[in-house]
């Protein structure tokens, strides 16, 4: 039991991560664990050698609701004593179905906690009956009702760790009745932990935001007017159309594609507060286009020695790409370099031209 408990705890643990939630209105999603039973109000001694395991098919219908039809089996072990003094091990073979109505407290965080109640049934077969006179195999009828943590691994999986309380109809359930039980019923938990694979998706959620800072309320504050000074500015006017983009989904077209306002901090992979909206076009450009690789190439000014800035560079690149990741965005589908202070985009003599030099390219693969 001590080691059950202290591998639940290590993969909670291990399972922890930043990955973007759930992002569908709705969804369909098949899982599968292994299920750790123990009795808890029946007539004998409940043991803890006991094990079992599930399948389930879920459908959510929004960001908070979902039903889940859940096939599982659990073999749980009790202990008497029999009329001879000797002590007898008791075993219930339990085949369940369950359908249970969820409901989801926090449904876009990566970390999100649900409630769940339903019915079931399910069919057991009793060994080494402390009752005599009960029958074998029967067919029952049972009450569900728990709670859970879901755990995004990344868009797809999920870890899910389960506690569940069921009541069945009687109680027969471990093999005895007691002489002066009338319309009792016995009960055991179940703690499951497995995998949820998400088979098929809705459209985006507007309810779960890629980025938690934008509300429908949200008012767009960058100046793009001094943007676009800047642009026409300090690059020249033939490879204007190549860096300028008007609309994020045009780039899925492009070979390169230049963030024009995503900037940093002087000395830094901090992004100024403008970089944020655009930051977040990109993470929906890249979400609509699940096929396009891209690789993040960090840039500098040219202050400070070119070694220095190659490290600065690779920093920058790797804020965007965790930036991205962050927002649901696979990490297989992107690549993290600096290529330092080369290739500027305009006059690192001045301040503005040293700020755009501060910048992210996307490359198409």
Same mark, same amino acid.
């Given at each position: ?32 664990? %292994? ?93 080494? *009956? ?50 002066a039980e009338v319309n009792a019923r016995d009960s055991y938990m179940g703690i499951n932990l497995g995998l949820l694979? %998400? ?26 007017? *001094? ?10 006017k033939e490879v204007v159309k190549e860096v300028v983009v008007e609309t994020p989904a045009k780039a899925a077209m ?66 965007? *790409? ?44």
């Open positions: 039991m001590k080691k059950f408990y202290l591998l639940f705890s290590l993969l909670l643990f291990v399972s922890v991560d930043n990955t973007q939630a759930q992002l569908a209105t709705d969804s369909w999603s098949f899982g599968f664990g %292994f299920k750790y039973p123990r009795f808890i109000s029946i007539n004998l001694t409940p043991l803890n050698s006991n094990y079992g395991g599930y399948l389930s098919l879920q459908r959510n219908f929004s960001e908070h609701v979902g039903l889940r039809l859940k096939a599982g089996y659990a073999h749980l072990e009790s202990q008497f004593t029999n009329t001879s003094l000797v002590k007898v091990t008791a075993s219930t073979n339990a085949f369940t179905g369950d359908l249970d109505l969820l409901y989801y407290l926090v449904p876009c965080e990566p970390v999100s906690p649900y409630v769940f109640g339903g019915i079931g049934g399910l069919y057991k077969k009793l060994t080494n *009956k402390a009752t005599a006179t009960l029958e074998d195999n029967t067919v029952n009828y049972q009450m569900n009702v728990g709670a859970g943590v879901e755990w995004s691994l990344d868009t797809d999986w999920k870890l899910v760790t389960e506690f569940g309380f069921y009541t069945t109809d009687n109680s027969e359930f471990e093999g005895a009745l007691g002489a694979y %998400f088979i098929d998706k809705g459209s985006p959620s507007k309810y779960c935001q890629l980025y938690s800072g934008i509300t429908q309320e949200y008012k767009d504050m960058t100046n793009y007017n *001094k943007i676009e000074d800047m642009i026409k500015k300090h690059i020249p492009m070979e390169k594609w230049v963030l024009i306002g995503v900037n940093f901090h002087f000395n830094s992979n901090k992004f100024l507060a403008e970089s944020y909206p655009i930051l977040y076009d990109a993470a929906k450009t890249l979400l609509k286009n699940p096929d396009m690789k891209i690789e993040i190439q960090g840039y500098t000014d040219n202050v400070g020695s070119e070694s220095y800035n190659k490290k600065l560079g690779q920093k920058r690149a790797d804020a965007v *790409k965790d930036y991205l990741v962050s927002k649901g965005v696979a990490a297989s589908r992107l690549t993290a370099m600096s290529y330092g202070e080369s290739n500027p985009i305009a006059d690192n003599k001045t301040a503005d031209g040293r700020a755009m030099n501060r910048r992210i390219e996307f490359k198409v693969k």
